[in-house]
């Protein structure tokens, strides 16, 4: 038997301690109906009443009913109210599971954490971002079980850290006089008059020097061993095609670790190309984001709030030429990639897709352009780069991009306002 209070005090004391303080209220019953919002209820009473099995079956039915409004429609309309059942349902199912686990179900802690990840990627934050902080401590039990079983098994020194390996495939010959300027560490003043106000890009070098990321002999070094270890259990999604405007594209939700086993360490490639793109990693495992740093440049923008993107792949991801909103630094941790550049007074020549998903998107295959259906490409002006480790492009808001990595590569973006 494991109790309530035994699995509250291991995740931290962070769970609510009784039934008033869950903070069900912020659900609108009548959207859910009464079938469904009498489940959730009976779910939280035999959380309470410590009744592990009973309250993981009904977990997982609700899961399964939340689910489908979830896939309904357009993300965007999906009421708030499903997302905070997923995620409310989520902590009871990872609570339980965690207690199973302590009863002797051994793989249960891993289905915690997984639960936990899935009511991150699916849900609405509740009571403080609770699922955060439930899935950190989780980690932290996992990884303790872990160190104990490797070292009764082969000893503390066996371990060796594998350093991504970065050669380089299909790098492309630059001409000098289109290539994006580089400079060291500029003044804001400089940057802000020169670039932020000229809408140019440029390429600033020695900025990135004191991340813990980049730091080769630290003990937060991006080795493959160290993103397993900070994140391998972790759920993410993956791209899986070549570019996300091809038929064939789709995305499917693995741990890091089997990401990194089927996609980076292979190098026949069996199973295609996997892009971890454009993913909110920072905030689903805030341990990493002590590896990097906000650019100060980003202190320029008018708003606090930087979006922070993870995009972790093999050599060979092409993000099409597209445009975002904001302004941006696409910061170079690990590996290479290559960039064209276009004005956005050439959108006419790049030929944006028609229809409101894709309009921000090129139909222009860039490195490959159809002449016949793309006539105007050739003559937009561009200019490129090679994004070296240690390297930050400066994009002013929607300046077209073409992105293609040339190794094992993992960048961050910093998008700012
Ligand atoms: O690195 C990539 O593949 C794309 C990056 C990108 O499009 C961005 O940072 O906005």
Not at 250 to 272: C, E, H, R, W
Not at 304 to 314: E, K, R, S, T, Y
Not at 355 to 373: F, H, I, M, R, W
Request: with cysteine.
């Amino acid at each position: 038997m494991c109790t309530l209070q035994e699995v509250c005090e291991e995740l931290c004391n962070i769970i609510p301690s009784s039934k008033d303080k869950f903070g069900l209220s912020i659900i609108d019953k009548n959207l859910l109906g009464d079938a469904c919002f009498t489940m959730l209820d009976i779910a939280v009473n035999e959380f309470f009443s410590s009744n592990w099995p009973r309250c993981h079956h009904l977990c997982k039915v609700l899961l399964d009913i939340t689910w489908e409004h979830l896939n309904t429609g357009h993300w965007k309309d999906v009421a708030i109210s499903w997302r905070y059942t997923y995620t409310f349902v989520s902590l009871l199912k990872a609570a339980s599971e965690y207690a199973l686990y302590k009863i002797g179900r051994s793989y249960a802690l891993k289905e915690a954490i997984a639960t936990c990840d899935m009511g991150l990627l699916m849900g609405a934050p509740v009571l403080d971002s609770i699922l955060t902080k439930v899935v950190t401590q989780l980690q932290r039990l996992s990884t303790q079980t872990t160190e104990s079983h490797s070292s009764q098994n082969i000893g503390p020194d066996t371990k060796c850290s594998t350093n991504i390996v970065t050669q380089l495939s299909d790098v492309p010959s630059l001409t000098p006089e289109y290539t994006v300027d580089v400079l060291q560490c500029p003044s804001l003043q400089y940057f802000m008059e020169h670039h932020v106000l000229a809408a140019k890009p440029v390429v600033i070098a020695g900025a990135m020097e004191h991340w813990p990321a980049m730091d080769l002999k630290g003990p937060r070094h991006w080795s493959l061993d160290y993103i397993k270890t900070t994140a391998g259990c972790r759920t993410v999604p993956i791209e899986v095609g070549s570019k996300y405007t091809d038929e064939s594209w789709s995305q499917k939700l693995m741990t890091v670790t089997d990401f990194i086993n089927t996609y980076i360490m292979d190098p026949n490639k069996q199973a295609g190309v996997g892009y971890l793109a454009q993913h909110q990693l920072f905030d689903q495992i805030p341990e990493l984001l002590e590896d990097v740093s906000i650019p100060s440049y980003c202190g320029l923008g008018e708003c606090a709030d930087v979006d922070i993107n993870a995009w972790f792949g093999p050599a060979g991801t092409i993000s099409p030429l597209h445009q975002d909103p904001k302004h941006n630094f696409l910061c170079q941790a690990v590996g290479e990639k290559y960039l064209r550049l276009y004005d956005i007074k050439y959108t006419p020549q790049l030929y944006p897709h028609s229809g409101y998903l894709l309009c921000n998107t090129s139909a222009v295959d860039v490195e490959s352009p159809d002449q016949d259906k793309h006539p105007l490409f050739s003559a937009a002006p561009y200019t490129e780069c090679i994004l070296k480790p240690g390297q930050m492009l400066y994009l002013p808001p929607k300046y077209w991009h073409y992105v293609r990595s040339l190794s094992v590569s993992f960048s961050v973006s910093f998008w700012w306002e």
